[in-house]
């Protein structure tokens, strides 16, 4: 499989806990995007990558979440001291080539719950 | 924001065509894209339109009038698998952002 995957597939966590996800995007794509969705939304923008750089992050992001791309590759979205209002599905995406066109490849998503 | 406004649901008959509209206000619109979603599954791209006018593909098209903040999603010989949400995202550079912003989508069923 050549797409975009994600790990885990599903996370229930307990409120307060700490949770990782990982994003490993098509292996010539240099952008990635995560985004937040749920149930009756639209997939909300929350950070974005070209090669390691985080080049754009959204103004509604907490400063409990972070996101990483060391090595311009795969990508690490961590969530610390998680809220109930943190569940949803965390889409990954990545793309290449003209970023005005900017088609975009989805992974399948992690949905967290958190208790 | 670009205020995207896009009907929540929408049904249709097996075989029969169905357009469904997206608004949107922008300060410096460039480029409006349409994704299909199944439930429980990654939106697939479909479209991209930064022109005026109609872009055709296969049994899909879509259709934008920046002018008028506009555009549609025409889906000819409707298949039970096309029920699914229709997201249309826009792209506003007026904030130096060059992520598109998604609206709610719109739940098409279709029915025999």
């Known amino acids: 499989d050549t797409g975009v995957s994600q790990d885990p597939r599903h996370k229930i966590t307990k409120r307060g806990q700490n949770v990782t996800f990982r994003c490993d995007p098509i292996?010539?794509?240099?952008?990635l995007y995560w985004y937040r969705q749920t149930l009756g939304q639209g997939p909300e923008f929350l950070t974005y990558?070209?090669?390691?750089?985080?080049?754009?992050k959204s103004r509604l992001l907490s400063d409990r979440f972070s996101a990483e791309r060391p090595k311009g590759s795969f990508s690490t979205l961590e969530i610390q001291r998680t809220e109930q209002g943190d569940s949803a599905m965390y889409l990954c995406?990545?793309?290449?080539?003209?970023?005005?066109?900017?088609?975009?490849?989805f992974g399948p998503g992690t949905r967290l719950t958190v208790l | 924001g670009q205020n995207i406004d896009q009907p929540t649901e929408m049904t249709a008959t097996e075989g029969a065509i169905v357009q469904i509209n997206c608004t949107y206000q922008?300060?410096?619109?460039?480029?409006l894209f349409w994704y299909q979603q199944h439930a429980g599954e990654a939106p697939t791209f479909l479209s991209y339109?930064?022109?005026?006018g109609l872009e055709e593909k296969g049994r899909f098209s879509s259709f934008l009038s920046r002018s008028k903040g506009y555009s549609y999603l025409l889906l000819k010989e409707l298949q039970m698998k096309d029920s699914a949400s229709y997201l249309c995202?826009?792209?506003?550079?007026?904030?130096?952002?060059?992520?598109?912003?998604f609206g709610r989508g719109t739940s098409l069923i279709v029915h025999p």
């Open positions: 339109n930064v022109l005026d």
């Open positions: 922008t300060s410096g619109f460039n480029g």
């Open positions: 292996s010539e794509h240099n952008r």
């Open positions: 995406a990545s793309s290449v080539g003209d970023i005005s066109r900017n088609e975009q490849f």
């Open positions: 995202a826009v792209r506003d550079e007026a904030g130096g952002s060059y992520i598109p912003t």
């Open positions: 990558f070209q090669n390691e750089a985080q080049l754009e």
